[in-house]
């Protein structure tokens, strides 16, 4: 089951709240409405300007699900001249653009409408199915809902955005759970052609957390769940697995085509206790597979003209400046 070339994509992680109306058992990303929970503007282009300096393509916006609901919030984000976080993405966006930087957003669950009005700046988004099945660590999740979370990857099809979701492994389901969760992912494919990349992500437990002490998925179970996605999902899927959550040198070897987004200076805030390898370190962990940078957005979906013009431009320079020989580790 070896395939030939492992993708990544060079970016930076740019949490701009933590402040979250869901309450995952697994979470240690989401805050109450506090001092630094909403990262500032001037933080926000230091990073971009450096990730752009570092050879970085991708900005990667990741938060909390709809913080405007959560009281004390939209008077915080006010201070900083914003009424909504999605204004504040938006302009964000903009400047990751201006600086040669893709926009990729999960914010968690979006309307139609707002996905609408993010696809002019984003070249592509995301949105973790998470699982199917029913899960006491959604209890206090509404977004975790499966229908919720279906409906919005059916809009995102609907509008021809390229898409990445995933399954998060150890969360109270079965093996049985995990193949409906792909299966379903595939249906969704099947109607709409927009799923670039399909996540398998092991659960990490965080100290004070409500699974703080919940059992983690081992190596051969991870393996069997991506050998799984591989015989499920469509060959234009991509297999993802985050290079700092697993053991991935060993599980390169079990279907996966893709090592997700790696960053030379940010942090992964969701699972900021796994530092992401080194770039350099990435031909290792592919092994003997031919180790290739990509951008967020997949190249069928580049040749479809699946994204909107105002990227065209950057999308272009980006395509040519990752294919140009020479630009190696830490180009
Ligand atoms: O650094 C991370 N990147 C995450 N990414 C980013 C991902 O690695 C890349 O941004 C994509 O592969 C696009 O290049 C996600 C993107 C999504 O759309 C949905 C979920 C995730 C989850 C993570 C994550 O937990 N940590
Ligand atoms: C951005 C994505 O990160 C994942 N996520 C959230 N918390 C954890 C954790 N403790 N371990 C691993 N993945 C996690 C979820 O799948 C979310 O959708
Ligand atoms: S995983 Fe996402 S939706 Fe769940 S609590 Fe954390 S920030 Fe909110």
């Given at each position: 089951m070896h395939r030939r070339v492992i993708t990544f994509s060079r970016n930076a992680f740019l949490?701009?709240?933590?402040?979250?109306?869901n309450r995952c058992g697994y979470c240690c990303f989401r805050t109450s409405v506090r001092e630094g929970c909403i990262m500032p503007p001037d933080e926000a282009i230091r990073t971009l300007d450096a990730s752009a300096g570092l050879g970085c393509t991708e900005a990667l916006f990741t938060f909390g699900e709809r913080p405007g609901a959560v009281p004390g919030f939209a008077e915080m984000l006010g201070r900083l001249g914003y009424a909504d976080i999605l204004d504040y993405v938006y302009d964000l966006s903009l400047a990751a653009i201006e600086r040669d930087l893709l926009p990729h957003t999960n914010a968690g669950i979006l309307t139609y409408e707002e996905l609408d009005r993010l696809r002019e700046v984003n070249a592509s988004m995301g949105l973790m199915l998470e699982t199917t099945a029913d899960v006491a660590a959604h209890t206090d999740s509404p977004g975790k809902d499966p229908a919720v979370r279906i409906e919005m990857i059916e809009n995102a099809g609907r509008l021809s955005i390229p898409f990445t979701t995933g399954i998060l492994l150890g969360?109270?389901?079965t093996m049985e759970d995990r193949e409906e969760s792909l299966r379903v992912i595939r249906d969704l494919h099947r109607r709409?052609?927009?799923?670039?990349e399909v996540i398998v992500q092991n659960f990490c437990p965080k100290p004070a957390t409500p699974m703080a002490d919940a059992p983690v998925p081992g190596t051969s179970e991870i393996c069997a769940t991506i050998t799984l996605a591989r015989e499920v999902l469509p060959a234009d899927v991509a297999v993802q697995i985050p290079p700092n959550l697993a053991d991935a040198e060993h599980l390169v070897?079990?279907?996966?085509d893709d090592l997700g987004g790696v960053s030379p200076l940010t942090i992964d805030y969701v699972n900021p206790e796994h530092p992401w390898p080194q770039i350099d370190e990435l031909q290792r962990v592919a092994g003997d597979a031919e180790l290739r940078e990509r951008l967020c957005i997949y190249p069928q979906y580049i040749e479809k003209g699946w994204y909107s013009p105002q990227l065209e431009p950057l999308i272009r320079r980006l395509a040519e400046k990752i294919a140009a020989p020479g630009r190696g580790e830490g180009a």
């Open positions: 949490p701009l709240t933590t402040v979250c109306i969360i109270g389901e709409y052609g927009h799923i670039q070897g079990c279907g996966v």
